[in-house]
């Protein structure tokens, strides 16, 4: 009797300690689950958060070893302004595009996972974009035989300074700098001066343009002829 007792103790020891190892098991494996509210953050915070300027865009990109989450939420702010959301990303998502920049201003990223109604830390980079300036050409005046005041205005210097701007033109649509051109002066804000030299009774396309440390940005195109007489218009 007493060895059937001993038995019996042993099993209810042995299965005391077979569901005691499953329940810590189980409250580990929970503890590294981002569901868990008591997983540790940092165990899911993703990793190597950059953001790199490409073209007129900013390119945000991650890292994420923890694939049990729900995806990924990132705001935005731009100087001391307010954050703003950008959309939210899947699970598997490593990246976002970012293309509604203002040049010359810091551009500040925060980045968390989220599983549920829990969120990992925060994680931040920030970026200052130069962009192309934003130029429009104005309507060209006093049009002669071989003249015209032609000129434009640059509302955004793109975060660079303007180091040249003027006006370029020639008698095929989308004249360049490389085309025929006229100097007027740097900086933003608006301009105008007399081209000289052009032809009677001639078609020609205009545009402004602004050059900064991103590249040469054009306005709009304007078309006008030249007169055949010495009148103006």
């Known amino acids: 009797m007493k060895t059937k007792i001993t038995s019996l103790r042993y099993k209810i020891i042995f299965l005391i300690l077979v569901i005691s190892g499953v329940l810590s098991s189980c409250q580990k494996r929970e503890q590294n689950n981002p569901f868990d509210p008591e997983c540790p953050k940092e165990i899911w915070t993703p990793t190597n958060f950059q953001a790199t300027l490409e073209g007129n865009t900013v ?5 994420q070893l923890v694939n049990n989450i729900s995806g990924f939420k990132l ?3 731009v100087d ?3 954050d703003s959301s950008l959309p939210r990303q899947a699970k598997e998502a490593n990246q976002l595009t970012d293309n509604t920049l203002i040049g010359g201003k810091v551009h500040i990223y925060s980045l968390v996972a989220y599983a549920g109604n829990n969120e990992s830390n925060t994680i931040t980079c920030q970026i200052t974009p130069t962009l192309p300036a934003t130029i429009t050409t104005s309507s060209p005046t006093f049009i002669t035989t071989t003249t015209v005041i032609s000129g434009g205005t640059i509302t955004t210097d793109g975060g660079a300074i303007i180091s040249e701007r003027g006006v370029c033109w020639a008698t095929t649509t ?4 490389a085309s025929s051109k ?3 002066g740097t900086g933003t804000g608006s301009f105008s001066n007399t081209v000289t030299g052009l ?4 078609l020609y396309y205009f545009r402004a343009y602004a050059i900064n440390g991103q590249g040469t940005a054009y306005g709009n195109e304007v078309n ?3 007169t055949t007489g010495s009148h103006n218009l």
């Not at 989308?174 to 700098?177: D, N």
């Not at 032809?199 to 001639?202: K, R, V």
């Open 59 to 63: 390119k945000l990109t991650w890292s």
């Open 75 to 77: 705001t935005r702010k």
């Open 80 to 82: 001391s302004g307010t």
């Open 174 to 177: 989308a004249p360049t700098i």
């Open 182 to 184: 006229l100097i007027i």
């Open 199 to 202: 032809l009677p009774a001639t």
């Open 224 to 226: 006008f002829r030249t």
